[in-house]
Every structure is written in structure tokens, then in C-alpha cells.
């Protein structure tokens, strides 16, 4: 039996040895800051401006800003995005403090080829020019992030009871991404009818030269001021980004909408089909603070003279690790709305959030 013992911790230690042997050559990416920190782990991905590293001494992603970076280490393939709108898959080292070598897997796959590669399928870049890395060994669920925050208002007037919602979910991959959103507002007070007002959309968008890409989504709102019980909008078309760093983007969009439209009120349906033209921005790099906003304007084609657009603005507030308070508004406006409904409407909300 005692034989028997020792073998079984043998090979215990040789399977702990193991398993310490392939976490140090897991943990193989290396990152000095500009303050001389050295960090020693896992490059995940880079993506608005934030690079996340796993390391073995963190249950979580350590968030670096890219901007911070001093030079890097590693030896992992990464699909990559440039801010002239190039995607490829290769290796990236840091040769100075403000540049990226770039070594090109497979270069005949790449359809956008404006920059030229030296013998060896290189090429050396600006640091601020590298935009979007994800790991190609990295899981699907690892690519997405998003933030949900929640407001709630209470007083003895009147028994007000206010409660909202704001959340967001993104996925950023080489070649395709998608988002998920759900903003919600409901006020009850004595003496009044409740207050409603839900908003969510999804989008695909594929990602072409150029910096240029095609995206459908569904939009639905259901709001009591307008008295709209339910407003879906399928939308299909393209847009181009303006603006794509990794401190901010700008991009403007076009494409047709098929509106159905559900009131409140004893009127029919309605359908409608639109012209739209829209734009969407994201500043995330100003100090603690967050501005993303979008606009969207519709031109109806089957009722003459009808004209729509929708409207949002948000402030992110970071004030410790991954917890933030946000400012939103929200606004609607329908120069012919149904019979009895506002034709503007407008919400405003302030909340306490976490992203992740």
C-alpha cells in the first residue's frame, strides 16, 4: 500500500508540473507601461482604446489603455483592424515606443491592399493606427462586452414610483458584429395614468473595404406619449465610418425602412416604407468620461409629406473599476402622428451602471 501512495504523488507532482509548465506558456505575451510597470500574461483583445491581458494572479481581464503601452511581447495571431479600414490576420511587435511591425499571415487573402509588405510580409505602422485585435485562439463569448445601468426614483408626492433602464450589448469580430439594446422608462403616480416607454433594437453589420460595411436591424418602441403600443422598424442598407481609431468613431449610414406601426388608440395599423439616413458616433477616450450618441432621419415613400427621426445622446461617468453613472436623452419626433398623439416626445435619464 505504501507503494502504492508514492506512485499515486509522483504522479500528482508530475501532473502539477504539468499543468504549471502550460500555464507559464500560456501567460507568454509581455507589456511594459510607460511608467516601467511589466505585465506577463495572455493578450486577449484591443478595443476601444483598452487592451485586456489575463494574467494567473487575476480572476479577470486587467485593463491596460492601449495609449499606455510602452512596447509589447508576443507570439499569438490576432485578426486585426487598422484605422485605414484594412483587416488581416498576423503577428504583431513592438519595434518603438510609437510603432507596430506587423507580420502578415496568408497576405494573398487580403482584400484591401494598400499598404505595401516588405520581403518577409511585413510592415510597420503608427501605434494610434492599430484600432481592433482580437486572439484568434480566443473563445466566442470572450469578444463581446456591454454595460447595463439602472435608475430609480422614489417620492411621497403624488406616491411617485419611477424606475429606467439603460443597457447595451456588443460582439466586435474580423469580419461581422452585432449589438443588442434595451432602454426602458415606467412612471406611476397618483391621479395620472402610467408613463411607459420601452426601446430596443438589434443590428448585424458586415464589414467590408475600405472601412465601409452593410447592416440590418430591428428597432421596436412602444411609447404611451406618442400612444404607439408597438413601432417596429426593419431596416437594411450601408454605411461607411468617417472616423475609426481607437480613441473614437464616426460613421454615417443610408438605407430603406418598412415601418408597422400599432396604436393605443381605436385606430388601424399602418405600414410605411422610408428613406433613411443616419449617423452614430463614440468618443470613449476622453479622461473618466463617455459621449456616444445617434440620429436617424426617415423620409417616408407612402405617405406624402411625412417625416420622422429619432435622436439619442449619453454621458458615461467612470468612477472606479468597471462601475459608472450615465445621462442619457432620448427623443422622438413625427410631424404626422396618430390622431391625439404629441408629436415629440422626449426622455431623460440618469443612472448608476457596470460594464463588462
Not at 77 to 104: A, C, M, P, Y
Amino acid at each position: 500500500m505504501e507503494f502504492v501512495a508514492k506512485k499515486i504523488r509522483f504522479f500528482l507532482v508530475i501532473l502539477l508540473l504539468h499543468g504549471f509548465c502550460l500555464t507559464l506558456n500560456a501567460q507568454n505575451d509581455t507589456l511594459r507601461l510607460s511608467n516601467e510597470d511589466l505585465i506577463v500574461g495572455k493578450i486577449s483583445y484591443l478595443d476601444k482604446g483598452i487592451l485586456y491581458i489575463k494574467t494567473v494572479y487575476s480572476n479577470v481581464d486587467i485593463q491596460v489603455k492601449w495609449k499606455e503601452v510602452s512596447s509589447l511581447q508576443t507570439t499569438n495571431q490576432f485578426f486585426i483592424t487598422l484605422e485605414n479600414g484594412e483587416r488581416l490576420v498576423g503577428n504583431i511587435n513592438s519595434i518603438s515606443k510609437d510603432s507596430i511591425q506587423i507580420s502578415v499571415v496568408n497576405p494573398s487573402a487580403r482584400i484591401l491592399k494598400v499598404i505595401s509588405l516588405d520581403e518577409k510580409n511585413r510592415f510597420l505602422i503608427e501605434k494610434e493606427e492599430l484600432v481592433l485585435l482580437n486572439e484568434i485562439n480566443e473563445s466566442f463569448a470572450s469578444r463581446f462586452n456591454g454595460d447595463i445601468s439602472l435608475g430609480f426614483n422614489i417620492a411621497r408626492s403624488n406616491r411617485l414610483r419611477q424606475f429606467s433602464v439603460l443597457s447595451h450589448l456588443n460582439y466586435n469580430g474580423s469580419k461581422w458584429g452585432f449589438y443588442l439594446t434595451f432602454n426602458a422608462i415606467r412612471s406611476i403616480q397618483e391621479s395620472t395614468n402610467a408613463i411607459k416607454r420601452y426601446q430596443a433594437s438589434g443590428a448585424f453589420v458586415l464589414f467590408l473595404p475600405n472601412d465601409w460595411f452593410l447592416i440590418g436591424s430591428e428597432n421596436l418602441l412602444s411609447n404611451t406619449q406618442q400612444l404607439i403600443r408597438l413601432r417596429a422598424n426593419t431596416i437594411v442598407g450601408f454605411g461607411k465610418y468617417l472616423i475609426h481609431t481607437n480613441h473614437s468613431y464616426w460613421n454615417i449610414q443610408a438605407g430603406i425602412n418598412n415601418n408597422n406601426e400599432d396604436f393605443l388608440s381605436d385606430l388601424p395599423s399602418n405600414q410605411s416604407f422610408e428613406a433613411i439616413l443616419g449617423t452614430d458616433f463614440n468618443f470613449f477616450d476622453v479622461g473618466v468620461f463617455n459621449f456616444t450618441g445617434s440620429w436617424v432621419y426617415y423620409k417616408s415613400f407612402s405617405e406624402k409629406g411625412r417625416n420622422r427621426s429619432d435622436a439619442s445622446f449619453n454621458v458615461r461617468y467612470n468612477f472606479v473599476e468597471d462601475f459608472f453613472l450615465k445621462v442619457g436623452i432620448s427623443m422622438n419626433y413625427d410631424n404626422m402622428p396618430t390622431f391625439g398623439a404629441s408629436d415629440f416626445d422626449y426622455v431623460i435619464q440618469s443612472t448608476l451602471g457596470w460594464k463588462f
